[in-house]
């Protein structure tokens, strides 16, 4: 091993940086070259890669986004495509690859390592859906941002006595709902894990009234869809004033947490230990405090991974 790739895949997450400035230096510390892949896949396929030193990845730990850049890529979802990512790689003399990305990226890891090329997988996405790890890159600072914009939303709608339904991102994956539902104190999370009852959300918004609650805010995931529909359900139903909020791409910039950064950064350094090690179809992730590593196979199995017991503890504490 004496050159690695580094490439950022998907959607972009908070925290990226930090995972490419820990790859970056830790491969450089142990004698190794880096080379830069700008665009994800869809850069790998270009030839988009440039030499990487020390100095690459200075002054880039709290920024959000990713200098590398990342994409969706559709071509390397092809046989050809997938070809000329390998020609490229070889053409480029680099000799391992880590992907920093979510579950489609790691569907594209995994089959780089299937026709042979080492490559590791560092979960990198703010929906933390990958099923192997507690924590991906950009989820904790997704539900700061969503629990900032509570606290905004809380606000007006005491004000004004509404209901302010909240649409947050996931993708099929209630986490971001959950766990900033939990930490904003949100009165109602609806996620797609768990089938809802619109009567029941009324019933709760009611009972909150009566008892002189004045905010309400309903959390949304965005796997469940149609938040216009919710809230057309609670106005035809109790004659309740709504608002709908898509918080969106807000979701996805910002500055990193510090515990994005730490998990980051120790990702990058597994991925980078486990290259040297000659190791290679492995995706690195967190357990507890443990830096863990699985097959990117069983990393892009699907996965049940709601948290019952936080849900039930969530639910509870909004009665
Ligand atoms: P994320 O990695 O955040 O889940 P995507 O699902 O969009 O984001 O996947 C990112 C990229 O990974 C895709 O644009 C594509 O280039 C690549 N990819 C996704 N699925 C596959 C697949 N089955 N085979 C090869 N490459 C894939
Ligand atoms: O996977 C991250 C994510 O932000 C999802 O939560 C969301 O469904 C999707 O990406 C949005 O993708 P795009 O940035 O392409 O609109």
Not at 164 to 180: K, P, Q, S, T, Y
Not at 220 to 226: L, Q
């Amino acid at each position: 091993m004496k050159r690695i790739g580094i490439l950022t895949s998907g959607g972009d997450a908070p925290g990226m940086n930090a995972a490419v400035r820990a790859v970056v230096r830790v491969a450089i510390f142990n004698g190794l070259k880096v080379s830069g892949i700008r665009r994800g896949y869809q850069g790998l396929i270009e030839g988009d890669i440039f030499d990487m030193d020390v100095s690459s990845v200075g002054d880039i730990i709290h920024r959000g986004g990713t200098i590398l850049q990342s994409a969706r890529c559709l071509e390397f979802k092809t046989e050809e495509g997938l070809q000329k990512g390998l020609d490229m790689l070889k053409l480029f003399n680099i000799d391992g690859l880590v992907v920093c990305g979510g579950d489609g990226s790691y569907n594209g890891a995994f089959k780089l390592w299937q026709n042979g090329f080492p490559t590791i997988g560092i979960p990198g996405t703010i929906d933390n859906d990958l099923g192997y790890t507690d924590y991906t890159i950009g989820f904790d600072t997704a539900i700061n941002t969503v629990v900032n914009a509570i606290g905004n939303l809380r606000d007006t709608s005491s004000s004004h006595g509404r209901a302010n339904i909240v649409e947050v991102m996931g993708r099929h994956c209630g986490d971001i709902a959950l766990h900033a539902g939990l930490a904003g104190g949100a009165e109602t999370i609806i996620i797609p894990e768990v089938d809802f009852d619109i009567d029941e959300v009324c019933r709760k918004l009611l009972q909150g009234k009566n008892r002189g609650k004045l905010h309400n805010i309903i959390l949304v995931a965005e796997g469940v869809g149609k938040p216009y529909d919710i809230a057309d359900a609670i106005k035809d139903k109790i004659d309740m004033d709504t608002r709908v909020s898509i918080i969106g791409h807000l979701q996805r910039g910002g500055i990193p947490t510090a515990f994005d950064r730490i998990i980051a950064s120790r990702f990058g350094n597994r991925a980078v230990e486990l290259l040297m090690e000659g190791k290679g179809g492995r995706a690195v992730g967190i357990d507890g405090n443990d830096i863990i590593d699985v097959s990117l196979e069983d990393a892009v199995k699907p996965n049940d991974r709601l948290n019952k017991k936080m849900y039930e503890l969530a639910q509870m504490l909004s009665i």
